[in-house]
């Protein structure tokens, strides 16, 4: 019988953090056994608001809320992170002096040299960062981080052009869901009947996470980004237009066979297709595609030429899930695979 691994998570009241209760719940290696967040001592339930469609797993209900500096190294071999940046940084940093493994969705750490920055289906090599950060620092813990939502989603999209074309440059346009911004997120009076042509923060970090996903180990790719981020009045999933300049010709019909040949991963929470390539002209739409996958696959179409760069497409992918939990806990299945956990 495989060992199980106990988890803990960081941030448990807050959306993200339900995000990761309802995704480990029944998962088969990961067992929670800690929740961590400011309301010490109360039961979990009494502790939040479960603001998921579901209801609140059984297993967590009675589960007592503990401080994150109380954690004990004999009963905790990961801990996913789900607090906001700025939040995160220092208290993951002591973790991480302490011995602990830390998988973090906070953007604190992810640009840092020797912190790997992981999507699996695209750059899983550059965990080998994590030896070169515990000779470095002078600890047995780590952390590793996975990237933002959007970058996530559009970084998936591009793998396959990337391994099979190569790219000069990359233009992104994003309509994102209000559940990006956390709750309470954008005020209804803000985005009813309105498109916020502006998300703090957003478009550096697509800039910069990206030319690190795709460059070696320790040097970021040699690629030129733009990105331009809006809020729109959606609850979940982000549907991001992007037009790619390769560096070998691609034509929209050799574009749809590489993204139809990436390879899903042999982990619980890796979907059998990271990419799902849907032929209507006016697919993918939030509402109907936000899903596929279990929340883990992006979804992809109207692949056409395009006059400026050469090629343009839409794509679509649950920002909580994909880009949010669900990325993460798949980093964790990554790192237990290689031999980290």
Not at 65 to 79: L, M, P, T, Y
Not at 297 to 302: D, F, H, I, K, T
Not at 311 to 320: D, M, P, W
């Amino acid at each position: 019988m495989k060992k199980r691994i106990n988890v803990a998570i960081l941030g448990a009241a807050g959306v993200l953090g339900q995000r990761f209760i309802e995704r480990l719940e029944n998962h088969p290696t990961f067992e929670m056994v800690a929740l961590a967040d400011v309301m010490v001592g109360k039961r979990y339930e009494d502790a939040t608001k479960w603001r998921l469609g579901n209801r609140i797993p059984s297993k967590v209900k009675d589960m007592k809320i503990v401080a994150g500096d109380s954690f004990s190294k004999n009963e905790i071999d990961v801990v996913f992170s789900a607090l906001p940046g700025g939040i995160a940084g220092k208290i993951e940093l002591d973790l991480a002096k302490k011995g602990f493994f830390i998988i973090s969705k906070a953007s604190d750490h992810r640009m840092e040299e020797d912190v790997p920055l992981i999507i699996p289906e695209v750059n899983a090599e550059h965990l080998s960062l994590i030896e070169e950060q515990r000779k470095k620092r002078g600890w047995d813990g780590a952390i590793v981080t996975d990237p933002n939502c959007s970058t996530t989603i559009m970084a998936v999209s591009l793998k396959p052009l990337w391994d099979n074309f190569g790219i000069e440059r990359v233009a992104v346009s994003t309509m994102q869901s209000i559940s990006g911004a956390g709750y309470p997120g954008v005020q209804s009076l803000d985005i009813f009947e309105n498109v916020i042509p502006y998300i703090a923060g957003e478009e550096e970090k697509m800039i910069i996470e990206t030319k690190k996903l795709f460059g070696d180990a320790k040097r970021p790719a040699d690629l030129r980004v733009s990105a331009s981020c809006s809020r729109v009045g959606t609850i979940d999933g982000h549907l991001e237009v992007v037009f790619v300049e390769t560096s070998k010709k691609a034509d929209p019909d050799e574009a749809r066979k590489a993204f139809e040949q990436l390879k899903g991963l042999d982990y619980p929470s890796a979907p059998k297709e990271p990419i799902i390539v849907r032929d209507e002209l006016d697919r993918p739409q939030t509402r109907l595609d936000r899903d596929a996958g279990d929340g883990m696959s992006v979804v992809l179409g109207r692949i056409r030429k395009d006059e400026a760069l050469g090629l343009t497409y839409v794509v679509l992918g649950h920002n909580t899930i994909r880009g949010g939990a669900g990325g993460a806990i798949l980093v964790g299945e990554l790192c237990h695979g290689k031999g980290y956990i």
